[in-house]
């Protein structure tokens, strides 16, 4: 409890600090700002570093994390930092909601100022899900200071209970993210078509590039995928997970993996 109070009371401080760099007038602003709205695991890192390819862009990490006494003013001080360029950030849904400030209020007020919104999603909410739960366990062993090949190799076990509960969040975030957009002006993604298949990343730069007003550049990718590509190779409890998924309204969300997982693991070629 005085550990959560002192890291409280360190982030408004330096958030207040943060509020000075408004003051800097001498400094040329930032041409723009917009925000990546959206929930984690949708690619959002992918385009992070895709978006910085520019140089006339820079992208930052998730910010509003904690609760801070002006969010629209928090993402104006970071954008000071850096002047002349178009600035940009990760913002979540219920990262808003965690500061008391209804979503689409947010969103309406940064559209409001001249913030431009790139809206990310995808499509297979049991993939995402599980990505999480995945990176939550990994985080946890991180913290365990176990080595990486331990944590690369293992195999994760997956609730399947906290799972359904996780799916049944994701889908009213998708709802309370449809809902604070209505009516704004955005640009939308989908993970799997705009992001996933290499082929489709220049083009939807150019188009955001656009969308931003600066320069179109060729983009490339350094990030490596570190975990296996089918869920039967990274799952503990493939065959349990599978059933569930299975037997809910969200089956049709697997049941491409369940045949492209199934199919290998008994040496036959899935069916495309």
Not at 44 to 52: A, E, R, T, V
Not at 85 to 102: E, L
Request: net charge positive; hydrophobic share 40%; aromatic share 10%.
């Amino acid at each position: 409890m005085l550990s959560q109070t002192l890291r409280h009371y360190r982030v408004l401080l330096g958030g207040m600090f943060g509020y000075a760099s408004l003051a800097a007038f001498w400094r040329r602003p930032p041409r723009g700002m917009f925000i990546i709205f959206g929930q984690g695991r949708t690619g959002s890192s992918l385009l992070q570093q895709l978006l910085n390819c520019s140089p006339e862009v820079y992208c930052d990490n998730e910010v509003l994390t904690e609760r801070v006494p002006w969010p629209y003013l928090t993402i104006r001080s970071l954008a000071a930092r850096y002047p002349g360029r178009v600035y940009g950030c990760k913002v979540r849904c219920h990262s808003i909601v965690r500061q008391g400030i209804p979503p689409g209020d947010f969103l309406w007020n940064f559209h409001h100022n001249g913030g431009r919104i790139i809206y990310l999603r995808r499509e297979n909410i049991v993939l995402q899900s599980i990505s999480r739960m995945i990176i939550a366990q990994i985080d946890r062993m991180r913290w365990d200071r176990l080595p990486y090949s331990v944590r690369r190799n293992k195999r994760f076990y997956i609730d399947c209970n906290a799972l359904l509960q996780q799916l049944a969040w994701r889908e009213r975030q998708l709802v309370q993210e449809q809902q604070a957009l209505a009516g704004l002006p955005h640009v939308s993604l989908v993970y799997e078509q705009h992001l996933l298949p290499p082929e489709m990343r220049q083009g939807t730069l150019d188009t955001l590039f656009e969308y931003l007003d600066v320069r179109r550049v060729p983009v490339h990718v350094t990030l490596a995928r570190t975990s296996p590509e089918r869920l039967v190779d990274v799952l503990e409890n493939f065959d349990e997970v599978a059933a569930v998924i299975a037997g809910s309204r969200y089956a049709p969300f697997l049941e491409q993996e369940m045949e492209t997982s199934r199919g290998s693991s008994t040496g036959q070629a899935p069916a495309r």
